[in-house]
């Protein structure tokens, strides 16, 4: 079945009220809540932009794929490239354990990054 979980994405984004930013972008109370719940069973192609471009993701980062019973050999299709492992990345929690040098030197790598891309 494939499927979206935006979840891992907010988590490593650092957004604890999904609903909130959905609806701050436009989506009804009634879509926000689907689509943060992981409860989307069906999704338009602008409302699929719409979410890559407020979260600066792509959908490959939040389709899921999980292979029914009757594939045999889920890895033999290109769908597998889709099967997520289930760690979450929460950046904050990550950061915690680690001294202010440390940190002072992923701030440096983020800064990096971001001019990079020409943030």
Request: glycine share 6%; hydrophobic share 40%.
């Amino acid at each position: 079945m494939l499927r979206m979980n935006l979840k891992p994405v907010f988590a490593a984004k650092g957004i604890d009220k999904p609903n909130g930013l959905l609806r701050k972008n436009g989506f009804t109370a009634v879509s926000a809540s689907d689509i943060a719940r992981g409860k989307v069973r069906s999704i338009r192609l602008d409302t699929l932009e719409k979410l890559c471009l407020i979260l600066n993701c792509t959908p490959h980062d939040f389709l899921e794929w999980e292979p029914g019973k009757d594939i045999s050999q889920p890895k033999d299709f290109e769908l597998s490239k889709l099967i997520k492992e289930k760690e979450v990345v929460v950046l904050s929690e990550e950061l915690r354990g680690l001294s202010l040098a440390q940190i002072e030197e992923v701030h440096k790598f983020v800064q990096d990054k971001k001019r990079e891309k020409g943030l």
